[in-house]
């Protein structure tokens, strides 16, 4: 990812030149779309989707408000190739059935240019082989296990060697740890980072010393709270998600397990600022998240970013990790239509790769198998909500398939 002044200087006045050619109609639609999207000469239409309703809800507001906003700020910096977005969201409910019902109405039936969506890997399974099918693009935003490549995806989050590995080799190294205890939710992306993360923390030479799940919306943990308490583990590696992380971080605390004494330590790769403002900070104060982005970055690019969401849905809102990368989606998606004078899905698919984006976490860039360069950054809650950056890695290259971890 090396800096290239001239290159990026050549682009952007061919990209402004071509914004001119297009604002003046001199492409028509049938010259950009040629496999029946709803693109017209003034409007493109594509999908969001995610929960609004169920117990993912909590965790995916974020992503549908960043990727309006950013859809809203192309659209008034003169759209992609000259037209301005048209958005068709639909509500996958927290089911994955419907996740997949929701991918193929869009698709089909509204003929979306590209859709951005998803937060569960439950979720992310179920539709894949609708995007496969139809060849359709989906821009995912949440750090996942990793494991899989797809044509049809854009991986914008964490695959298991920028956020778990490294997690834990922080951990282990800063923290001096040696035990751990693993609690997740029940689905494919806690039970699946687990089995990598024990996989690394036995070649290590450390020890597992307890392994749960429970089933999403769980809201009982004290029996697990207990088993804790006579483990006596160096760390919790928690991968709770949705509205379950507001009963567990609650009950932790009644249970008298202070965070911030790190006896245990709590480390998780599921709770982010949009989290913890369900949790409420004074029950996560202490803990560690391994993630790519906090709110609290004081780069100028975060700055900028985090002035206009706030402008957009309130002063009160926060933003997490894969609310960022919601954000990434649109405007990657916007620089490869570019790129290609298209928006034909096999004419971006060759130009998605190497596809570079100055975010609010720094530069981001597509790699070949369809994930993005990043760094890992870990951060320890506040009692305000936010977190303190404690670490921040050198860009690491995205590896979905680890060898030894499968």
């Known amino acids: ?40 000469d003034k409007t493109v239409k594509v999908g ?39 958005i068709v969201q639909e509500d996958g409910a927290s089911d994955w059935p419907t996740y997949a019902e929701k991918a193929q109405k869009l698709i089909v039936n509204d003929k979306v240019a590209a859709v951005f969506g998803c937060w569960t890997s439950a979720s992310r399974k179920a539709v894949l082989p609708v995007f496969e099918q139809h060849n359709n693009m989906l821009f995912y935003p949440t750090f996942y296990e990793g494991l899989e490549q797809s044509p049809n995806v854009i991986y914008t989050g964490q695959e298991a060697t920028q956020q778990i590995l490294a997690g834990l080799d922080w951990v282990m190294k800063e923290k001096g740890a040696k035990t751990f205890y693993l609690i997740g939710s029940d689905y494919i992306w806690p039970r699946t980072s687990f089995k990598i993360a024990r996989k690394h923390i036995e070649k290590k030479g450390l020890k597992v010393v307890g392994e749960e799940y429970y089933p999403l919306g769980h809201t009982q943990f004290n029996s697990v709270i207990n088993k804790i308490k006579l483990k006596k583990p160096d760390v919790i590696f928690s991968i709770v998600v949705g509205g379950s992380n507001v009963s567990f971080y609650k009950q932790l605390k009644a249970a008298g397990i202070n965070l911030g004494n790190e006896k245990p330590l709590l480390l998780s790769t599921s709770v982010t600022e949009d989290e913890v403002r369900g949790i409420g900070g004074e029950n996560y104060e202490g803990g560690y998240s391994v993630t790519k982005y906090f709110q609290s970055m004081t780069n100028p690019k975060n700055q900028e970013f985090v002035k206009a969401f706030k402008k957009k849905w309130g002063n009160g809102m926060v933003i997490g990790d894969v609310t960022e990368s919601a954000y ?61 950056v404690v670490y921040e890695s050198e860009v690491i290259e995205p590896n979905p398939f680890p060898k030894g971890y499968q």
């Open 48 to 86: 969001i989707l995610h929960s609004i309703t169920g117990t993912m809800a909590l965790s995916e507001a974020g992503s549908v408000q960043a990727e309006k906003l950013a859809i809203e700020q192309i659209n008034k910096s003169g759209g992609v190739l000259g037209r301005k977005i048209e």
């Open 328 to 388: 990434l989606g649109p405007w990657l998606w916007k620089a490869a239509v570019e790129k290609a004078g298209s928006f034909d899905i096999n004419a971006i698919k060759k130009t998605l790769p190497g596809i570079e984006f100055n975010g609010p976490n720094g530069k981001v860039k597509i790699h070949q198998n369809h994930h993005l360069y990043m760094k890992t950054v870990v951060g320890q809650g506040q009692k305000n909500g936010q977190f303190k």
């Open 1 to 40: 990812m090396k800096h290239q002044p001239r290159k990026t200087l050549t682009g952007l006045i061919a990209a402004l030149c071509l914004g001119l050619t297009i604002g003046s109609s001199a492409i028509a639609a049938s010259n950009v779309n040629t496999t029946g999207l709803a693109v017209t």
